[in-house]
Antibody, heavy 124, light 107 residues
Framework: QVQLVQSGAEMKKPGASVKVSCKAG????????IHWVRQAPGQGLEWMGR????????NLAQKFQGSVTMTRDTSISTAYMEWSSLKSDDTAVFYC?????????????????WGQGTAVTVSS | ETLLTQSPATLSLSPGERATLSCRASQYIGNSLGWYQQKPGQAPRLLFYYASNRATDIPARFSGSGSGTDFTLTISSLEPEDSAVYYC?????????FGQGTKLEIK
């Protein structure tokens, strides 16, 4: 079945960087955007950006530009989100998501799949 | 950026009652709205896409409606397992945005 499996929880010190992986299974990885969503403790959902696994092109929300990098490795159907220069208030759960909407080719797609989430704790 | 405002922030109802959750967009978004349910410790689960299209395995007691700027999620007869936070999300304009959520408590 279609699934996204994320890497495990991370604990980092301020100033460090973290790289979260998201392995896709059960579908053609390069056909669908992978989005990343952040959820700080006790807070709501925040869309960070997306990557087109086919081309590697990314689109990041303005507040994440400069600190977040999204990449992919098509040979292993895996997307990555790297956050550099972490601060303690960056502590959050990060989700990779195959959102409903459209494929990279622009056709409609109604299947919505979330990874299990990766908790990143930033503390000295 | 399109802001989504959800109301109420918290809703406390009894089993069998009807719940009405609202989501208002700061600008026109057509029907490009999704609704999600999130339970503690779990990833969000899609309930509706394009405002009124029920996602796979979503019970019929859930319904979605609206277009333009005003949207509603209705749960016709609450079950204890409906206790969760509900988020709306728009996909019409860049960037994607989520509402702040409505916490639904079942008494």
């Amino acid at each position: 079945q279609v699934q996204l499996v994320q890497s495990g929880a991370e604990m980092k010190k301020p100033g460090a960087s973290v790289k979260v992986s998201c392995k896709a299974g059960g579908y053609t990885f390069t056909d669908y955007f992978i989005h990343w969503v952040r959820q700080a403790p006790g807070q709501g959902l925040e869309w960070m950006g997306r990557i087109n696994p086919n081309s590697g092109a990314t689109n990041l929300a303005q507040k994440f530009q400069g600190s977040v990098t999204m990449t992919r490795d098509t040979s292993i159907s895996t997307a990555y989100m790297e956050w550099s220069s972490l601060k303690s208030d960056d502590t959050a759960v990060f989700y990779c998501v195959k959102l409903w909407g459209w494929t990279v080719a622009g056709t409609s797609d109604f299947l919505d799949v979330w990874g299990q989430g990766t908790a990143v704790t930033v503390s000295s | 950026e399109t802001l989504l405002t959800q109301s109420p922030a918290t809703l406390s109802l009894s089993p069998g009652e009807r719940a009405t959750l609202s989501c208002r967009a700061s600008q026109y978004i057509g029907n490009s709205l999704g609704w999600y349910q999130q339970k503690p410790g779990q990833a969000p689960r899609l309930l509706f896409y394009y405002a009124s299209n029920r996602a796979t395995d979503i019970p019929a007691r859930f319904s979605g409606s609206g277009s333009g700027t005003d949207f509603t999620l209705t749960i016709s007869s609450l079950e204890p397992e409906d206790s969760a936070v509900y988020y709306c999300q728009q996909r019409r304009s860049w960037p994607d945005t989520f509402g702040q959520g409505t916490k639904l408590e079942i008494k």
